[in-house]
């Protein structure tokens, strides 16, 4: 009997044993972080591995509370806020800066122009607009890699196209780089007009493929003036605007709101490349003088003057997803035939997938520098969200509950305004939220860091590899660096995803920083003493089991 329960204790330990050398292989912590490799041989990098900085912190001056040509332009924490004279030129119009702004910016001269006062409340009420349709990340004859490049987070660039302010001078930042500029990127721009204004959109159709203009929500006519196409619909206007030619909409909303616009040309690549956009009619008022485009980062610097009057601050935040293998089909060629064929006669729609999921054109952890929402207790804060991609999403905001004030730029009566704490929105549908940061344990828990993402979990990855997607943060001022990333987060708390790497399936998070490892060390210890310990106790048992045997 003594030796039978013996041998009943030995199983133990033969497992121990198994489990313990099981893990000593080498490329068992590979295997269990989805990266395959050939038995025996350690993990390598297919490049260089970077780290980059969580801020860059490019241009720490553009952050500061400013007033550029008599527009005053909020303060704005963010790592990578917008260029103080882009919006000083989208406020007052490229006709009535000054030429210090002008050169500031990249917009063309005509891309904005702003006249006469027609009521005589002291703004003006004839806006001119003209866009153009730009690439990113497409492919080019000079060179085998993207031109221009435009990085959606760490070592993802996948092909999309985008309207765009008309440009004066290179996409690319300087002769020396392929970086897109910073007018030139995801999402297409917010256009901001004032309700009753005369609103001319004219489209410059600078790209190889027909495209439209369609105002989603937005009170226009069917027709032009002069019984032109004025809805953007091929189907039930005119042909589209082909590469090369122009056509101007006319548009006198008089019903204010959060409303969308996008091309209407195969609709279902063309906004899923991203050519849509939101489209914002600020109710009317004196002195109304509205920042007409938002490029890139959701904080409106210049609020209207009527959301002054309720909101403490003002962000705009647009939800879209990417297709990588529709996007990559203008990566493949430059050949606009073959571009044409794969696009729009061999890739199906029906057959699609969202691999990338952004929030104000990037993805995590790169909207930590320009997504954000940042608050201070006690204040109302204005949201609008839009949903342009195929799937449904469920906003959830940490530690909040926010007020849902209108659906699909419709104010809803104050008895059916409903506060909860997710918000979904299906394909092209808008809300408008009033986030009351008083702590009172239903609209705000208190200051802190708090999270805010798309509770589809689908939209918190990057090709599958969390965290990533729409990932962001409110973070409260007094919780902020100087450089516009959280205080409380460690110095190296995102280095495993600020690389190049970790996305490319090619490094495990929190692993080493070297180049060709993958193994958590600290975890490893930790394990393998407990391993051992438990073998070694095992061990004694039996030894002192065999000693009593005797």
Not at 26 to 50: C, E, T, V, W
Not at 140 to 160: H, L, V
Not at 389 to 396: G, L
């Amino acid at each position: 009997m003594p030796n039978k329960r013996l041998y009943y204790r030995l199983i133990p330990v033969v497992f121990a044993l198994i489990a313990l050398s099981t893990w000593l292989q080498p490329d068992f912590f590979q295997r269990a972080s989805g990266i395959d490799l050939p038995k025996g041989q350690n993990p390598q990098l297919s490049q260089a591995l970077k780290v980059e900085k969580p801020c860059v912190d490019l241009h720490p001056e553009w952050r500061k509370a400013q007033t550029i040509d008599n527009v005053a332009i909020s303060e704005s924490l963010l790592c990578e806020p917008d260029n103080p004279y882009n919006i000083a030129a989208f406020v007052l119009g490229m006709n009535n800066v000054s030429m210090r702004t002008m050169m500031s910016s990249r917009i063309a001269e005509d891309a904005l122009i702003k006249s006469d006062d027609l009521d005589g409340d002291g703004d003006p009420d004839i806006i001119r607009i003209k866009l153009e349709v730009l690439e990113l990340n497409g492919a080019t004859p000079d060179s085998p890699n993207p031109f221009p490049t435009y990085d959606i987070a760490p070592g993802i660039q996948p092909g999309m196209w985008a309207f765009s302010p008309k440009l004066r001078g290179m996409s690319v930042k300087n002769f020396r780089s392929q970086k897109a500029n910073a007018i030139l990127r995801a999402p297409s721009p917010v256009i901001r007009v004032e309700q009753g204004d005369k609103v001319y959109i004219t489209l410059e159709n600078t790209h190889y493929f027909p495209h439209t203009l369609h105002f989603h929500g937005v009170d226009h006519p069917f027709q032009t003036a002069d019984g032109g196409d004025n809805d953007g619909v091929p189907v039930t206007g005119q042909k589209p605007v082909m590469p090369g030619n122009t056509r101007t909409y006319e548009l006198q909303p008089r019903h204010a709101g959060t409303m969308l616009y996008h091309c209407h040309v195969q609709t279902d690549k063309h906004l899923m490349m991203g050519l849509n956009g939101m489209f914002v009619v600020e109710e009317n008022r004196p002195n109304n003088w509205v920042q007409t485009f938002n490029v890139g980062a959701g904080h409106v610097r210049h609020s209207s003057v009527a959301i002054k009057e309720k909101f403490d601050r003002e962000y705009d935040l647009h939800y879209q997803s990417i297709d990588k293998n529709l996007a990559k089909t203008i990566q493949q060629s430059n050949d606009i035939r073959e571009i044409s064929k794969k696009m729009h006669r061999v890739y199906n729609m029906s057959e699609s997938k969202e691999n990338y999921f952004m929030l104000n054109g990037h993805s995590f952890p790169y909207t930590l520098r320009d997504a954000l929402i940042i608050a201070k207790p006690d204040e109302n804060i204005k949201l609008r969200i839009a949903n342009t991609q195929h799937s449904n999403i469920a906003v959830h905001i940490h530690g909040h509950k926010a007020t849902i004030t209108h659906y699909d730029g419709v104010e809803q009566n104050p008895a059916a305004q409903i506060t909860r704490d997710v918000y979904g929105l299906s394909a092209a549908q808008r809300i408008d939220l009033n986030l009351q940061t008083t702590n009172d344990g239903l609209h705000s828990y208190g200051e802190g860091v708090w999270l805010f993402h798309d509770h589809v979990e689908m939209g918190v990855a990057n090709d599958g590899i969390s965290p990533g997607g729409n990932v962001a943060l409110l973070v409260y001022e007094s919780l902020l660096s100087e450089t516009g990333m959280p205080n409380i987060l460690r110095a190296d708390a995102l280095d495993d995803v600020m690389t190049n790497s970790y996305y490319a399936k090619e490094r495990a998070l929190w692993g080493k920083k070297e180049a060709g490892t993958l193994a958590p060390d600290y975890l490893r210890i930790i394990l393998f003493g407990l391993l051992l310990g438990l073998t070694l106790g095992l061990i004694i048992f039996i030894l002192r089991g065999l000693t009593k045997a005797d």
